[in-house]
């Protein structure tokens, strides 16, 4: 039980800051320079406002509507709704108010890499491996926090799966080499 207690131990901590997801919804003639899809992050006053980028889809269900996402760092009282509808009348010159707005809080939803983090995930998977094998960790708040790294990751557990569990009723050993990429942030693709 205390190797379990050692593992959580070190998972809570991870120290992490909330975000919210602002969802906003233009008719497409709002936006028309905002066909497929795109990301945008270069805000002047992104320290201030914690607006931290923008993703937007218009024509992916073939509705007359743009949708775009707007990332916001929970921090300082702001109202995230608010943050999101001034930067696209500020940074993109939309005057038009949304036709809908939905705002999802995420309380740890951004993990925090202090210095000595890929250390820290050393041990922590040390310690798994040791006590807990049964056990795999994936998302941003083990390895690295963009997307593209969380689906290299999620190909590297998946293969290791796939070799433990190929003998029905016994669950192999997992490798160092199977977990050490992940803690380096260094990804191998076998």
């Not at 939309?94 to 809080?105: A, D, K, R, W, Y």
């Amino acid at each position: 039980c205390s190797s379990d207690l050692e593992v959580l131990g070190a998972l809570q901590q991870i120290p992490h800051e909330g975000v919210a997801v602002v969802n906003l919804v233009y008719p497409t003639e709002v936006l028309p320079g905002f066909t497929g899809a795109g990301y945008a992050n270069s805000w002047e006053d992104a320290e201030a406002t914690g607006l931290l980028g923008m993703v937007w889809q218009s024509k992916v269900f073939q509705r007359p509507t743009t949708s775009v996402a707007v990332y916001v760092r929970e921090s300082g009282g702001c109202d995230p709704a608010q943050v999101a509808v001034q930067a696209m009348h500020k940074d993109l010159g939309v005057i038009t108010e949304p036709s809908e707005v939905q705002v999802t809080h995420w309380p740890n939803g951004l993990p925090q890499y202090l210095v000595g983090h890929g250390d820290e995930m050393t041990s922590l998977h040390k310690a798994r491996v040791a006590n807990t094998p049964w056990l795999s960790l994936m998302g941003p708040s083990y390895h690295a926090p963009s997307l593209a790294d969380e689906i290299f990751e999620a190909q590297a557990i998946a293969r290791s799966l796939e070799r433990r569990l190929k003998v029905p009723g016994k669950v192999l050993r997992e490798k160092t080499s199977e977990w050490e990429p992940l803690a380096s942030g260094e990804f191998r693709v076998v």
